[in-house]
């Protein structure tokens, strides 16, 4: 991750500008995503691989310039902004999973 110091960077500044301080605290970042025990998985990659071929998280296609035309994977949602209030309805929905198989 070191070569990626300004990425890295960047997406923790975009989290607590956007989410908040308290989302920083649970920010992951690591090379093989499906290694990764979660129910969302927000990115801009179309194509998500790794050493997991079913990982826990469902993902959510975060529209980006150069997947703008790419038709999302059957199961995968899309997310065309971060300000009409979409992101928040999807993590609801992950909420609501949850609770209804505790």
């Not at 300004?6 to 301080?21: D, I, M, R, S, T």
């Not at 199961?75 to 902004?81: A, E, I, W, Y």
Request: proline share 5%; aromatic share 8%.
């Amino acid at each position: 991750m070191r070569s990626f110091e300004h990425c890295v960077l960047e997406k923790y500044q975009w989290v607590a500008k956007h989410l908040g301080p308290s989302w920083v605290e649970k920010l992951i970042l690591i090379r093989d995503k499906t290694m990764i025990c979660g129910d969302l998985l927000f990115d801009d990659k179309p194509i998500i691989k790794g050493v997991i071929n079913t990982p826990s998280w469902s993902q959510i296609l975060v529209t980006a310039c150069h997947n703008r035309d790419l038709k999302p994977n059957p199961g995968v949602k899309r997310l065309l902004n971060w300000t009409d209030g979409t992101y928040q309805n999807y993590i609801e929905e992950a909420k609501l999973k949850l609770v209804g198989t505790s």
